[in-house]
């Protein structure tokens, strides 16, 4: 990515379509984008419901049974009917621990999508600038057949006029048929590249055809250490996994309070019959579950192997993150030098090929000379095309 941002402002653009405008289209049509998107709004949901389990209950009860009556000379029916509230205390213990794990996957998913959408602005780009390469190769190939033509015309009329062999004209057609098959191939390059980057933006390929003029001057590389440290404070991939940290931390904690005793109280009113004898009331319970086999070492190991896991994969990424800037970096360099020799190298085989196309026309040069003179421009200019 820093080799497009320095290259970006040395290059031209479409004249309907910036930079900015392509990598917001491409971002809102991007498949990666929308599911981590997506993944938020469930992240959100997931808090949501985190928040809302410590909350009491409300709970109504009617029970019915029969009930021997007084000496055994019948029977009576015993019922009531209650309503109340309860709450379960574990709720109120795991609370914490619940909601810092929803939060903490909440923003890891936020993080998430700030790297998808990274990730989608980076490949429009890569698109955009290829798009236009791909344009400006195909303009040079017809420069090329057009060049080729002017010399078979030349190589012609010196034939005619017995200045040089039919040969030369054999030469000459060879050229041009190979200039034609430069700018068939250059067509279809662009062709495909143009319709990439119209499916990736979503806009009509036939508002791809005009160029503007390059704006500014390119920008100077950062240096390395000061790249590298902007790198590991905003990039979202890092943050993301910090937020997983924070999450599986909490994951430890949380599986530790699974094991407790479930613990639930409740209170209300009740009102029935009870050996025949109306009664009424408040009514209050106490209820506690002790499980003979918890699983908490299995669940704290579990939670804390994930944790170990998330604290490896952020030291890895941190790593990662300063090679890429690193060599991004040490690319720029060799670029920015590649391209300046490319330039010069184009220039002077320019030069050359005009010097030759002079002196065939005088009698000076052979069309041999023309053809390998040709070669050496149009190579040249095709590396000066790639370096940019």
Same mark, same amino acid.
């Given at each position: 990515?820093?080799?497009?941002?320095?290259?970006?402002?040395?290059?031209?653009?479409?004249?309907?379509?910036?930079?900015?405008?392509?990598?917001?289209?491409?971002?809102?049509?991007?498949?990666?984008?929308?599911?981590?998107?997506?993944?938020?709004?469930?992240?959100?949901?997931?808090?949501?419901?985190?928040?809302?389990?410590?909350?009491?209950?409300?709970?109504?009860?009617?029970?019915?049974?029969?009930?021997?009556?007084?000496?055994?000379?019948?029977?009576?029916?015993?019922?009531?009917?209650?309503?109340?509230?309860?709450?379960?205390?574990?709720?109120?213990?795991?609370?914490?621990?619940?909601? !810092?794990?929803? %939060?903490?996957? #909440?923003?890891? &998913? *936020? /993080?998430?999508?700030? +790297? =998808?959408? $990274?990730? @989608?602005?980076?490949?429009?780009?890569?698109?955009?600038?290829?798009?236009?390469?791909?344009?400006?190769?195909? !303009?040079?190939? %017809?420069?090329? #057949?057009?060049? &080729? *033509? /002017?010399?078979?015309? +030349? =190589?012609? $009329?010196? @034939?005619?006029?017995?200045?040089?062999?039919?040969?030369?004209?054999?030469?000459?057609?060879?050229?041009?048929?190979?200039?034609? %098959?430069?700018?068939?191939?250059?067509?279809?390059?662009?062709?495909? +590249?143009?319709?990439?980057? @119209?499916?990736?933006?979503?806009?009509?390929?036939?508002?791809?055809?005009?160029?503007?003029?390059?704006?500014?001057?390119?920008? %100077?590389?950062?240096?390395?250490?000061?790249?590298?440290?902007?790198?590991?404070?905003?990039?979202?991939?890092?943050?993301?996994?910090?937020?997983?940290?924070?999450?599986?931390?909490?994951?430890?904690?949380?599986?530790?309070?699974?094991?407790?005793?479930?613990?639930?109280?409740?209170?209300?009113?009740?009102?029935?019959?009870?050996?025949?004898?109306?009664?009424?009331?408040?009514?209050?319970?106490?209820?506690?579950?002790?499980?003979?086999?918890?699983?908490?070492?299995?669940?704290?190991?579990?939670?804390?192997?994930?944790?170990?896991?998330?604290?490896?994969?952020?030291?890895?990424?941190?790593?990662?993150?300063?090679?890429?800037?690193?060599?991004?970096?040490?690319?720029?360099?060799?670029?920015?030098?590649?391209?300046?020799?490319?330039?010069?190298?184009?220039?002077?085989?320019?030069?050359?090929?005009?010097?030759?196309?002079?002196?065939?026309?005088?009698?000076?040069?052979?069309?041999?000379?023309?053809?390998?003179?040709?070669?050496?421009?149009?190579?040249?200019?095709?590396?000066?095309?790639?370096?940019?």
């Amino acid at each position: 990515m820093i080799a497009i941002i320095v290259a970006a402002a040395a290059l031209p653009v479409f004249a309907n379509l910036s930079l900015a405008d392509a990598q917001q289209m491409g971002t809102a049509r991007s498949v990666d984008v929308v599911t981590a998107r997506a993944t938020v709004q469930q992240r959100e949901a997931d808090l949501a419901i985190a928040r809302g389990t410590a909350v009491p209950h409300l709970f109504g009860e009617y029970s019915l049974s029969p009930q021997a009556g007084p000496l055994d000379t019948g029977t009576v029916e015993q019922h009531y009917f209650a309503v109340g509230a309860g709450v379960t205390v574990n709720d109120f213990i795991t609370s914490s621990s619940s909601v !810092r794990v929803a %939060a903490g996957e #909440l923003l890891a &998913a *936020q /993080r998430n999508a700030d +790297a =998808a959408q $990274l990730s @989608a602005r980076e490949n429009v780009a890569r698109l955009y600038y290829a798009a236009l390469q791909a344009v400006a190769m195909e !303009r040079f190939r %017809a420069e090329s #057949l057009a060049g &080729a *033509q /002017r010399d078979r015309a +030349a =190589a012609e $009329l010196r @034939a005619r006029s017995g200045d040089a062999p039919e040969l030369d004209v054999v030469r000459a057609d060879v050229t041009v048929a190979q200039a034609h %098959a430069d700018l068939a191939r250059a067509e279809s390059e662009r062709a495909k +590249a143009i319709e990439a980057l @119209a499916s990736a933006t979503g806009v009509e390929p036939d508002r791809l055809k005009m160029l503007n003029a390059p704006v500014g001057t390119p920008a %100077a590389p950062p240096a390395a250490d000061k790249a590298i440290a902007r790198a590991l404070a905003s990039r979202p991939e890092l943050a993301a996994l910090m937020a997983t940290i924070q999450a599986r931390d909490a994951n430890v904690t949380n599986a530790r309070q699974l094991g407790l005793p479930t613990a639930t109280v409740s209170g209300g009113y009740q009102t029935g019959v009870d050996t025949g004898i109306p009664v009424q009331g408040p009514q209050v319970a106490a209820r506690l579950d002790v499980p003979l086999s918890s699983g908490t070492s299995a669940r704290v190991a579990s939670a804390r192997a994930q944790l170990d896991a998330a604290y490896a994969a952020l030291a890895d990424q941190q790593r990662k993150i300063a090679l890429e800037v690193s060599a991004a970096l040490h690319d720029v360099q060799a670029e920015a030098a590649a391209a300046d020799a490319a330039d010069r190298a184009r220039d002077e085989a320019r030069r050359a090929l005009q010097s030759v196309e002079i002196g065939y026309r005088e009698g000076a040069s052979s069309s041999l000379d023309v053809a390998d003179a040709r070669r050496t421009y149009a190579q040249a200019s095709a590396d000066a095309l790639v370096a940019e």
